[in-house]
């Protein structure tokens, strides 16, 4: 479900992107304003995500869809190890296969150099600049997380993270590229060959979802995380759950540990 939540968003980003900057798209040639274009792509991949972190298996596998998440919840006791080894293989493989799927479909269309298969890269403020702005998002993005997660607002919470990710890539997107995600930018950059500083990626979201947690935790306690899905307010089974139900029996309550 991890890989199918990743790589569909990654079907989606190629196409929007095709879209909406290829210069042959009649989109592209009716609208000028590369500002515009931007704001449009933000917000139909917000609707992306909030569609996925809604839908049957986002609601049952927790819709991370991104390994810095999935890392952070370990690292709050949510997830069990080989979860989290699991999740981050299938988000991997999940992302590549997405743009794999999208190149068979627009073929040199998301070839084309101003698509470049959506690929992320720092901007013309340069990679310290890129590698700030990837981790001031991810520090956000998982502090508004954690915070609507953990109350009453908690059935909110993709429709918060959707909000974050279009305005991230209206407004942010021109500094990095817009990613907070290792495997979303790895699936591109593997398809277009382009490994244009990938240790930004690799290293500012993680860093900056983790730091996010330990703010949290600090301010309100590590009691205070419940779970590491993202919209727990469903009838779906719960992985992590479970996983805390059997810390608790081994010995001490999981939301105290």
């Not at 992107?17 to 989109?27: A, D, K, N, Y």
């Not at 500002?35 to 917000?46: D, E, H, P, T």
């Not at 949290?216 to 996983?243: I, M, S, T």
């Amino acid at each position: 479900m991890e890989a199918a939540l990743l790589g569909l968003f990654m079907v989606s980003a190629c196409a929007f992107t095709v879209l909406l900057e290829h210069p042959g798209s009649p989109v592209y040639q009716a609208i000028p304003s590369g500002f515009v274009r931007r704001l449009l792509i933000g917000l139909a991949m917000g609707a992306t995500a909030i569609a996925l972190i809604y839908s049957p298996w986002g609601q049952q596998s927790g819709a991370h869809f991104n390994p810095a998440t999935t890392l952070t919840f370990y690292r709050l006791g949510k997830v069990s190890p080989k979860d989290t080894v699991a999740y981050v293989l299938a988000q991997f493989a999940g992302g590549a296969l997405g743009v794999l799927l999208a190149a068979v479909g627009l073929g040199s269309l998301l070839a084309h150099e101003r698509v470049h298969y959506a690929v992320t890269a720092p901007g013309s403020y340069g990679v310290a600049v890129a590698w700030v702005a990837e981790l001031v998002i991810a520090f956000l993005l998982m502090l508004v997380i954690l915070q609507v997660s953990n109350s009453r607002l908690a059935r909110y919470t993709g429709l918060f993270a959707g909000f974050l990710v279009a305005t991230y890539i209206t407004l942010e997107g021109p500094l990095s590229g817009m990613s907070m995600n290792p495997a979303r930018t790895l699936a591109s950059a593997l398809a277009a060959h382009d490994w244009t500083a990938l240790w930004v990626y690799f290293t500012a979201p993680p860093l900056g979802m983790l730091a996010a947690a330990e703010v949290y935790v600090r301010a309100r306690g590590r009691g205070a995380v419940f779970c590491a899905k993202l919209q727990h307010d469903n009838d779906k089974p719960c992985l992590f759950c479970e996983y805390w139900r059997e810390r608790e029996g081994a010995g001490g309550s999981g939301r105290e540990q």
